[in-house]
């Protein structure tokens, strides 16, 4: 997991796991929102 490698270089476990989980959560409320949508 080369990202996750070079994303510690920068950030400290903290900000690692607030990055990562705030990551997830725009991808989840992305899938609701496609999944709300309307179809065309």
């Known amino acids: ?3 996750v490698a070079a994303a510690r270089e ?3 476990e903290t900000r690692l ?11 989840a409320w992305n ?3 496609i999944a709300a949508s309307a179809p065309a």
């Open 17 to 27: 796991t607030h990055l990562v989980w705030t990551i997830a959560a725009i991808n």
């Open 31 to 33: 899938r609701v929102g």
């Open 10 to 12: 920068h950030f400290d």
């Open 1 to 3: 997991m080369r990202v």
